[in-house]
């Protein structure tokens, strides 16, 4: 079934130079982009992306990480969609990340872990229309 996801490339990934990696082995996986946008994300859009995780030690600080600089945001449409981007972007934490993946082939601590994407079809339509208030092109 075909889905839309989002995907963060967050200001590390931006700053280590990955955008076109990373576009390029989504496009490579026959996703389409559908959307996208490089910005400083506002702290409000952050807080509310990460409002799950409040109260949690890692807030203030992945808060602080995804305003830091500008972010990649990008709508990505296919079959799985959903599924198969979280697959590609490796385990949250770099370290338990397969090789092959982008965590896992770029990133080393959960810190700086370059990349967001949506857990679960509900949670995608939720971060969409966050990301992309303004609706995407098409
Ligand atoms: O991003 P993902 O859905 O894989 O993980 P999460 O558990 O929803 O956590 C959101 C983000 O918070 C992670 O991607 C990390 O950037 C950050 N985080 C962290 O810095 N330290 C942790 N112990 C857990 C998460
Ligand atoms: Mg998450």
């Known amino acids: 079934m075909s889905e839309t996801t989002l995907v963060l490339i ?18 490579a996986r026959n996703l389409k982009v559908v ?5 400083r994300a506002p702290r ?3 807080e509310t992306h990460y409002e799950e995780h409040r109260g949690k030690g ?34 949250t934490n770099p370290v338990d990340a397969n090789p092959g993946t982008i965590r896992g082939d770029f990133a080393l601590t959960i ?11 509900e949670a995608a339509e939720r971060e969409l229309a966050l990301w992309f208030s303004e609706g995407l092109p098409f």
């Open 111 to 121: 810190d700086d872990n370059l990349t967001h994407s949506s857990a679960d079809p």
């Open 10 to 27: 967050k200001p590390g990934g931006v700053d280590r130079n990955l955008i076109g990696e990373i576009t390029r082995r989504i496009e």
């Open 44 to 46: 409000e859009t952050v």
């Open 58 to 91: 890692f807030f203030e600080p992945v808060v602080a990480y995804l305003t830091s600089g500008p972010v990649v945001a990008m709508a990505v449409r296919g079959t799985n969609a959903v599924r198969a981007v979280r697959t590609m972007m490796g385990a």
């Open 35 to 39: 959307g996208l946008k490089l910005f």
